[in-house]
């Protein structure tokens, strides 16, 4: 393609060279540099990759695009191109190089500060059977027509993100679904894509510090940036952020939760639980009259559940694509049931610090077990602090608590599980626990030892990667080690 083509909509100056030459391929890494490319000089937190332009045009890059003026005595025969912002540059400029895929597509995107993941999980169940064919970014990944694949973020950086949508397009998606934060926002990640659709789940106060936010006021405004980015916004009128957070918006307002003045408004819910079964019940008033099943518990799920139901009603989905979707619906290590025995209920969730752990546990609490069991440990080479608060809250909130690893990295168990110690006896000394350093027996004993309406939560990063018994890391889902044991002891 050439530098002219790729440039298409991007405000530059051209500092020497032509817009004739040929790019085979867009880089921002400077180890990447080969004839034939164009790097873009992104002024980073850490460091500025101007400094490195010199380096990549030594290696026959074809075209540099910069940010600010550099030396470029030493580079005579490389196209040089000023932007104003490369990182704009660069997403605008990657959407052309792979022909601009996101405009061929429905695009959604999901913004807030917890929900985003379950929400964009529901409305792609909720999609998938009504018949859509759904590509997927999100903190679990990426995932299209039955392909997984990793990220490094939760938006991708731009070249990677319309890489992604390209895969999604050529492979016959035609919706895409997408986390959107505020880091992707603010840092151009998803500069050029427009949305039919918009998501805004709630907020609170998260990525505010060195090298992101630096206030909750410019948190919130990077959020509501999407809201000039979409033709619909399905937002929670509940949320005591949503006016300010919506100052400014350019697209059409649907609402949802459980105010008067929502759209599609909450009413009744309903805590249901089985041995495979562990959600909500509620009836839907406003725009639409329905009775709602989730395959999710929690007031958080209810209102996770009317976000993907409102995508629906504003794409036109049927009714019964939108039941059999929030009914089935099951995300990978969020509050994710393994249904191994009809005597008690076990699932798995990510939550790893006091504040996710107090609300999962708060939520299993509403549902009356016989007992409420947690498996849990801390992570190594972290801050005390989230040991001693998950140890405290744990001791506070659960009737049994089982010590174990979770991704030590280069501490001693036993002084990870100490500190979770001195947590826990300040929460409540008289708290019953047990320490079993090894997860997997941890996993066994939780099984071995359950009681007859217990519900026990294993949480923490348990789809990650941990030590086997012969000291080899190998991958595994601890779904799949739970199914296995239950199905080697004959647990009914």
Not at 5 to 20: A, H, K, M, N
Request: glycine share 10%; proline share 3%; charged share 25%.
């Amino acid at each position: 393609m050439k530098l002219e083509q790729l440039l298409e909509g991007v405000p530059f100056t051209l500092v020497q060279g032509s817009l004739d030459t040929e790019v085979q391929d867009i880089i921002y890494d400077s180890r990447k540099a080969a004839p034939g490319l164009a790097f873009v000089c992104i002024v980073g937190t850490q460091r500025d990759s101007h400094e490195f332009a010199a380096d990549c045009a030594a290696k026959g890059v074809s075209v540099l695009v910069i940010q600010h003026d550099i030396d470029l005595s030493a580079m005579p025969g490389v196209t040089v191109v000023k932007v104003e912002s490369s990182r704009y540059a660069m997403a605008l400029m990657s959407g052309n190089l792979f022909g601009n895929p996101s405009r061929q597509m429905t695009m959604i995107g999901v913004t807030g500060t917890k929900g985003k993941t379950t929400t964009t999980h529901m409305i792609k169940s909720v999609l998938e059977a009504a018949g859509k064919k759904v590509g997927m970014i999100g903190t679990n990944g990426i995932y299209f027509m039955g392909r997984h694949q990793e990220t490094a973020n939760t938006t991708p950086e731009s070249y990677e993100l319309q890489k992604t949508f390209r895969q999604f397009l050529d492979a016959g998606c035609d919706v895409a679904l997408m986390e959107v934060s505020s880091q992707g926002l603010m840092m151009d990640r998803v500069a050029g894509v427009h949305y039919d659709i918009g998501v805004f789940t709630n907020l609170s106060p998260d990525h505010i510090g060195p090298g992101e936010h630096k206030t909750f006021e410019e948190y919130r405004s990077w959020k509501g940036q999407l809201f000039r980015r979409c033709d619909v916004g399905v937002v929670n009128i509940d949320d005591e952020n949503t006016e300010a957070l919506l100052e400014g918006h350019t697209c059409k307002l649907v609402t949802y939760g459980r105010s008067e003045k929502a759209d599609y408004r909450a009413e009744g819910c309903e805590l249901l639980r089985t041995h495979d079964f562990l959600g909500v019940a509620f009836h839907v008033s406003g725009r639409d009259n329905m009775d709602v099943r989730v395959n999710m518990p929690g007031e958080f799920s209810v209102y996770n559940a009317l976000a993907a139901l409102a995508v629906g009603k504003v794409l036109g989905l049927p009714d019964a694509a939108i039941h059999e979707g929030l009914g089935k619906c099951v995300v990978k290590g969020r509050v994710e049931l393994v249904p191994i025995s009809k005597k008690f209920t076990i699932l798995l969730d990510y939550a790893h610090n006091e504040v996710s752990t107090e609300s999962l546990l708060t939520t299993l609490r509403a549902y009356h077990p016989h007992r409420l069991v947690v498996v849990f440990g801390c992570g190594g080479n972290r801050s005390k602090l989230r040991r001693y608060g998950m140890g405290e809250t744990c001791a506070k909130m659960a009737d049994f608590s089982i010590l174990t690893e979770d991704n030590n990295r280069f501490e001693k168990i036993e002084d990870i599980l100490a500190d979770i110690r001195v947590g826990m006896n300040k929460g409540n000394p008289d708290a019953k626990f047990v320490e079993i350093p090894d997860r997997l027996d941890a996993l066994h004993y939780a099984v071995d030892h359950a009681q007859e309406g217990d519900l026990i939560a294993v949480i923490g990063k348990g789809h990650e990667t941990y030590r086997d018994r012969e000291g080899v890391k190998t991958p595994f889902l601890e779904r799949e080690l739970l199914e296995e044991y239950a199905q080697q002891i004959g647990l009914e």
